[in-house]
Structures are given as C-alpha cells and as structure tokens.
Nanobody, 121 residues
Framework: VQLQASGGGLVQPGGSLRLSCVAS????????IAWFRQAPGKEREGVSC???????SYSDSMKGRFTASRDNSKNTVYLQMNSLKLEDTAVYYC????????????????RGQGTQVTVSS
C-alpha cells in the first residue's frame, strides 16, 4: 500500500491542523495506520495509531489534543491536531501495517512521505 501524507503547514501555538493520509494500491480498511513524527535533532516519536476497528491509541503527550479517525470510503486516515504547541513542530508521516505499535516505526510495511508541521508565533 502506498501512502501520502498532507495537510501540514505553519500554525500559531494553540492552533489546529488536520493531517490526511491517503492510501493507494490497496484497501486502507485492511490496515492499521500509525502516525509518527520526527523533529530536527530528535528521535522519531510515535503519535497515534488507529486500528481496523477504529480503536485508537496515542502517546501520552498527544492524549486529549490529537484525534485519529478513518474514512475507509475515501481510503483516508486523518489526524486532527488541536492545542498545538511549539514542541509539536516536526515532520509527520503515516505508516501502515497489520498491528499497532507506537515504538517500532521501522517495523511498518509501508510508510509515506512526511508533511511538515511548524508551530510558531
């Protein structure tokens, strides 16, 4: 499955963005989709994962601020990001596999190109 993330941009602290991850080549409904992010000079970090049954998991720093959802009819997964902070600045990318993991990014069978999110005043 090929993935393409989009929706990043420049936003002020406290603002919101919605990222999209569009799949092609295969049916998104068959996969869990995770979001990861990586900021310059920092390690890659798991953000969220949404299962095939719409169950979701989040890293602690994103709980209550980020919401993952999926629209299988559009082969798309979304990441709604609210109350953005300066430290949320990173390249965000989505990845697909059969099981959720927020720690094993390299284990995902497919990963799309990222989208830049910059939080700045």
């Amino acid at each position: 499955v090929q993935l393409q993330a989009s929706g990043g941009g420049l936003v002020q602290p406290g603002g919101s963005l919605r990222l999209s991850c569009v799949a092609s080549g295969e049916t998104l409904a068959d996969y869990v989709i995770a979001w990861f992010r990586q900021a310059p000079g920092k390690e890659r970090e798991g953000v969220s994962c949404i299962g095939v049954s719409d169950s979701t998991s989040y890293s602690d720093s994103m709980k209550g601020r980020f919401t993952a959802s999926r629209d299988n009819s559009k082969n798309t997964v979304y990441l709604q990001m609210n109350s953005l902070k300066l430290e949320d600045t990173a390249v965000y990318y989505c990845a697909a596999d059969l099981f959720c993991s927020l720690t094993d990014a390299d284990g995902y069978r497919s990963r799309g190109q990222g989208t830049q999110v910059t939080v700045s005043s």
